[in-house]
Structures are given as C-alpha cells and as structure tokens.
C-alpha cells in the first residue's frame, strides 16, 4: 500500500520553481534591465518560499518525531541552518546586484549569481530528496496515513495567505496531470466553491491548454460518473 507522502506535492512545486528559476538564468542579459529586474524577482521568490518552507518543517514536521529520532532531528536542523547561510548569501547577491551601475558589474554579479542559485539547487534538490526518503520512513512508522493528514492541514492553516498562490503556481506547474486532477477534486470535495473556481482559474492561467483540456475532460467525465 502507498503511504501518505506528506512532502510530495510541496517538493514537487517547490523543485518546479528552482528548475525554472535556473534555466532563466541561464538565459537572462543582465545587461537588460527588464529582464534582469524579472530573473532576480524570481530568485527572491526562491528564497520567500524555501525560508517559509523550512520553518514550516521545523515547527510542524521535525516535532513530530523528535521523541522517536532526537538525532535525525539535530542532523536536519543542522541542514536547515547551512540552508539559511546559503540563501543569505544570495540575498546579500540580490542586493549587490541592484546597485551595480556599469554593464560590466552586472554581467559578472549575473554570472555569481546563477552560480550560487546552482549551489543552492543543488543543496535544497539533495534535501528535500532525503526528507522524503529519511524522514517518511520514519513518520510512517509512528503514525497513520490519517494523522499525517491531520498535520498537512495544521500546516495549511499557518501558512502565510499571500504565498499560497504562488506555492499553488508553482505545485500547478510540477505536478503530473492526473496528480492535478485529484487536487482539484479534493479542493472541489472539501473546500468552498469560489475556492474551487479560484484553483481552476489558476490552472486556467498557468497550464497550456493541451494540459488544461486533459484535466478538464477527466474531471467531467468523474462529474458524470459521481453523478
């Protein structure tokens, strides 16, 4: 039987966004300041959502099994923490970039940047690999699927309501389409209707319509067979 993998659909979007962030780099003038000011929003959404990320597992995850694996515990805290030196030092890039002047500056903060974003992919990709392997394995064996449900939905309800779209965007854009389409069932099932319409628009807006057209035929035809 497939457990409840309470970091899937989180990581998923949250790799979706480091993938995407770092292809824009790679083809990001620096010299251009529109497409610059874009690249570098973007790196600083990053940063938003891994820091909110993190927090969220040290407040709601990590306690969860520091009575059974004190020392599993420590060790991801201690990656959390070399987790925040590496996004300060992209914050402290992010800043000096904004106050280079010449085209030259700004080439070569580019290029640092895109380095230390590479570092900071690769670190976080590594991470979150072994949470789902490390610390599932764990969860799984002290509490059932439905507990760690009830601890996704505490989680939902601390999260900071304006980086809940933008974590919706980016979960849109990694998750496969069957995986989309039992969201939004679930949002359909359990949550007001102008919340549903709300998921829609979103994946109106941020899918192509090959992908759109596919869920939506699934989701009628479930319509039609609920019914």
Request: aromatic share 8%; with cysteine; net charge negative.
């Amino acid at each position: 039987m497939q457990r409840y993998n309470i970091f899937y659909q989180v990581h998923k979007g949250l790799r979706a966004l480091l993938y995407n962030t770092m292809m824009k780099l790679q083809q990001t003038d620096f010299t251009n300041e529109k497409d610059a000011a874009a690249v570098t929003a973007q790196v600083a959404t990053v940063l938003q959502l891994f820091d909110a990320h993190a927090h969220t597992e040290d407040n709601f995850v990590l306690p969860e099994i520091t009575a059974f694996e004190p020392s599993v515990v420590a060790l991801f805290e201690n990656e959390h923490v070399l987790d925040l030196k590496l996004s300060t030092g992209l914050s402290d890039m992010l800043k000096a970039f904004s106050l280079c002047q010449s085209d030259e500056a700004k080439q070569d903060i580019g290029r640092k940047l895109e380095h230390a974003v590479a570092a900071f992919m690769n670190f976080n990709l590594a991470h979150m690999a072994k949470e789902e392997d490390v610390l599932n394995t764990i969860l799984w064996r002290y509490y059932t699927d439905e507990q760690l449900h009830q601890v996704t939905l505490r989680i939902l309800a601390h999260v900071d309501p304006a980086l809940m779209p933008i974590y919706n965007k980016w979960m849109m854009h990694g998750l496969s389409n069957s995986e989309i389409k039992q969201w939004l069932l679930q949002v359909k099932n359990n949550a007001p209707d102008f919340v549903f319409r709300s998921m829609m628009d979103l994946a109106a807006a941020e899918l192509p319509v090959s992908r759109l057209s596919v869920i939506q035929a699934e989701l009628s035809e479930g319509a039609m067979l609920a019914a």
